[in-house]
């Protein structure tokens, strides 16, 4: 079955201590998104690629960073975790000609100790 | 500045009778809206959308009203299951980010649970 893919589903880190999170489709699809979520609020777009090409929005934080090394894989790196951003963090998906239909994956919960 | 809200955090429904689950927006620049489904553990998953040209969409137990001129969407669910128990997010793209391809904005969700 084409989907996405996050690991891990549940990341622990410490107060500070760089973390990577990773996503990997087999949708083969242009773009992929990176976006936080908080409890009972909405998923907040973090950033997003079309193909390689790395769009941030302008409000996210110069401590989250991203990679897209191919098509397939793009990595969220948290460079210095705070207690703040202890959240879900989901990866979607989408091709360029519909790119509002979005497809997700089930998310990595991290935990900031 | 939340430009989409769910006012209701939770709905609680008999199985078997509607769900109406709503959404209001702010920017006027928004023409394409949609419901994504999350099960717990699962991320969200596409539903149902329209398009602003539209001021209804069916899609079997779902439909989907716009009223661009109240700037506010709902989600009918006809008859509610139990299966249907779930977070429901309305989220809204336009072209005011002035890109080619969708940037959604969510609102916060409304947990739905249907009893038997």
């Known amino acids: 079955d084409a989907m996405v893919i996050q690991n891990p589903r549940y990341q622990v880190t410490q107060f500070g201590k760089p973390v990577t999170l990773s996503c990997s489709q087999t949708l083969n699809h242009n773009v992929m998104y990176w976006y936080q979520q908080k409890s009972s609020q909405a998923p907040k777009l973090l950033f997003h690629y079309y193909d390689k090409d790395f769009n941030n929005e302008a409000d996210t934080p110069d401590n989250f960073q991203s990679r897209r090394p191919n098509t397939s894989f793009c990595f969220l790196d948290i460079r210095s975790p705070g207690l703040g951003d202890a959240a879900m963090y989901l990866c979607a998906t989408s091709t360029l000609a519909g790119g509002e239909t979005q497809y997700f994956g089930p998310g990595t919960r991290l935990l900031v100790l | 500045d939340q430009q989409v809200k769910q006012n209701s955090p939770s709905l609680s429904v008999q199985e078997g009778r509607i769900s109406i689950l709503n959404c209001d927006y702010t920017?006027?620049?928004?023409?394409?809206f949609l419901w994504y489904k999350k099960y717990p553990a699962e991320g969200p998953t596409f539903l149902i959308s329209i398009s602003s040209i539209k001021d209804k969409n069916e899609d079997g137990r779902f439909t989907v009203f716009l009223n661009k001129s109240a700037k506010h969407l709902s989600l009918h669910i006809v008859p509610s299951q139990p299966g249907d128990s779930a977070v429901y997010f309305c989220a809204s793209t336009g072209n005011a980010g002035g890109t080619s391809y969708g940037k959604l904005t969510f609102g916060q969700g409304t947990i739905l649970t249907v009893h038997p």
């Open positions: 920017n006027s620049m928004f023409d394409y």
